[in-house]
């Protein structure tokens, strides 16, 4: 049972418009959301994160929003650029997860790609 | 600075046949250490997380196992290998228990 949804297995997206992407969680304990961003081969490299008693953070292009009684946020790409084509991760966690340990939880992802 | 290091980069192995992927980190002690898959089509799956030398936790049964001999150093390991074992696995540190990890290259693993 999937406790972080990704619905979109992909998006495209033309170059300088804005990407959205969106996650939905399951359980209201997660209270610290990340965002993870990969290319092909490659591990996935940190992007952007948000605490739950956040609505919103910024980041340059990036923009993190979460909507904690709806259980989702989204991720914020503007302008888009083909350089952000990627698989891009959510991310949850929470300390109710593996005896406190506080790992996170991963989405199954969204391709990115974005047309010049 | 903190740097994680994870070989092979590629790998090919027979069914039956025993496997090991090493990772270490540097630049910090006592990391959080873990081992993530992704299969075809689906997403990170968390295999197993280390606190401490020694201190491995198992988050699903599978024919994997995991070792922590040094601080810094991770082991994946499998005495026979399965084709459903194929995939892309990451080792992945962070300083503790909370914030953002740190993942390697991965290893791509193709289990013919």
């Known amino acids: 049972d999937q406790q972080v949804k990704q619905n979109s297995p992909s998006l495209s997206v033309q170059e300088g418009r804005i990407s959205i992407l969106n996650c939905d969680y399951t359980n209201s304990m997660f209270d610290y959301f990340l965002w993870y961003k990969k290319y092909p081969a490659e591990g996935p490299t940190f992007l952007i994160s948000?605490?739950?008693?956040?609505d919103k953070n910024e980041d340059g292009r990036f923009t993190v929003f979460l909507n904690k009684s709806a259980k989702h946020l989204s991720l914020h790409i503007v302008p888009s650029q083909p350089g952000d084509s990627a698989v891009y991760f959510c991310?949850?966690?929470?300390?109710?997860?593996?005896?406190?340990?506080?790992?996170?939880?991963f989405g199954r992802g969204t391709s990115l790609i974005v047309h010049p | 600075s903190q740097t994680i290091h994870q070989w092979p980069a590629t790998l090919v192995q027979p069914v039956g046949s025993p496997l090991s992927l090493e990772c270490t980190v540097e630049?910090?002690?006592?990391?959080?250490l873990y081992w993530y898959r992704q299969a075809a089509g689906r997403g990170l799956q968390l295999l197993f997380y280390?606190?401490?030398?020694?201190?491995i936790s198992s988050e699903v049964p599978q024919n994997l196992s995991a070792s922590r001999p040094q601080d810094r150093q991770f082991i994946l390991s499998s005495k026979k290998l399965l084709l459903s074992d194929s995939g892309f696995y990451l080792c992945?540190?962070?300083?503790?228990?909370?914030?953002?990890?740190?993942f390697g290259q991965g290893t791509r693993l193709t289990v013919v």
């Open positions: 630049g910090t002690s006592n990391p959080n």
């Open positions: 992945a540190w962070r300083p503790d228990r909370v914030g953002r990890a740190f």
């Open positions: 948000i605490s739950s008693i956040k």
């Open positions: 280390s606190v401490g030398i020694g201190q």
């Open positions: 991310a949850a966690s929470g300390e109710f997860l593996a005896g406190g340990s506080y790992i996170p939880t």
